[in-house]
């Protein structure tokens, strides 16, 4: 094994040890499904094993894995994607809503309910953690669309859990 090849594989090992459980908890939300997520991540590390010659600094590492990641989720649903549109009558809900505990499972359900096209910038802005002048770049969406499905789809969650939590109480009452 040559010296790059040692530095290429100590950096992959790196990459794996510092991101895996992002990567796969982010695939999980986007696929909904434990098996296709435990596929992606596995692909994403396969392709960044081939370009880890493009991740010039290592402080971008994690978004760049994302990013394959989120590519090669896209490139998988694209035959299967259907347009849906979230109602446009949703009413801002207040900032002081507060979220009862979720289970994972909850979670996943809610965001599976979300079309595509919200979902994404959605999972972009939490697991990526990027901007929405990123995510409208990444995605070749105008700023206000990206802040526009940012804000549906989390009022659809708020609303969506803060009737799940009015449900319980009048259960417990």
């Not at 989120?70 to 849906?84: A, E």
């Not at 909850?106 to 972009?124: H, S, W």
């Amino acid at each position: 094994m040559s010296l790059q090849n040692q530095n290429d594989s100590d950096e992959l090992t790196l990459l794996v040890d510092l991101h895996y459980q992002l990567l796969f908890r982010y695939a999980y939300r986007l696929s909904g499904d434990r098996a296709e997520a435990e596929d992606l991540t596995q692909q994403t590390y396969l392709i960044a094993q081939k370009k880890l010659s493009q991740l010039r600094d290592m402080s971008f590492a994690r978004s760049w894995l994302c990013t394959i990641l989120r590519n090669l989720f896209l490139k998988n649903i694209s035959q299967k994607i259907t347009p849906l549109s979230l109602s446009q009558s949703f009413d801002l809900v207040s900032e002081e809503v507060v979220v009862p505990e979720l289970t994972s499972e909850e979670l996943q359900g809610a965001l599976n309910e979300l079309p595509e096209d919200f979902r994404i910038p959605l999972l972009m802005f939490y697991f990526e953690e990027r901007s929405y002048k990123e995510i409208s770049k990444e995605l070749s969406i105008p700023l206000g669309t990206v802040m526009s499905r940012l804000a549906r789809a989390k009022t659809y969650l708020q609303e969506r859990f803060s009737s799940r939590s009015e449900e319980k109480t009048t259960i417990h009452s």
